[in-house]
């Protein structure tokens, strides 16, 4: 079993920051694939970011490659993802998942894990 809990959203203005924090619990998660998705009233949850196990691999939606960077701290049990420029479009709430194998990240399905999800807003 894991459990993650996801912290860091807050209300930001157009082009700032934010570093969105993942921890998890259970000494296993250093073996599990993360990834972050979003998702606002009324549309799907989306793929945002991956990350393999080791953390050597990643992957990003398109519209955000070049701003938001995901890593992870496996000492630490927890998954970062920095959000620069943000942009209006980016507010939602922002959830991780964890899954064991696979690398299509962006597979919402595969995920077996889900946090409770924070929300970013950004302010034009």
């Known amino acids: 079993q894991v459990q993650l809990l996801e912290s860091g959203g807050g209300l930001v203005q157009y082009g700032g920051s934010l570093r969105l924090s993942c921890a998890a619990s259970?000494?296993?998660?250093?073996?599990?694939?993360v990834g972050w998705f979003r998702q606002t009233p009324g549309k799907e949850r989306e793929f945002v970011a991956g990350?393999?196990?080791?953390?050597?691999?990643?992957n990003y939606a398109e519209p955000v490659k070049g701003r938001f960077t995901i890593s992870r701290d496996n000492a630490k049990n927890t998954v970062y993802l920095q959000v620069n420029s943000l942009k209006p479009e980016d507010t939602a709430v922002y959830y991780c998942?964890?899954?064991?194998?696979?690398?299509?990240?962006?597979?919402?399905?595969?995920?077996?894990?889900w946090g409770q999800g924070t929300q970013v807003t950004v302010s034009s």
């Open positions: 990350i393999s196990w080791s953390g050597s691999t990643t």
């Open positions: 998942a964890a899954r064991m194998g696979g690398t299509r990240y962006n597979d919402r399905g595969a995920y077996a894990y």
């Open positions: 259970g000494r296993t998660f250093s073996r599990y694939a």
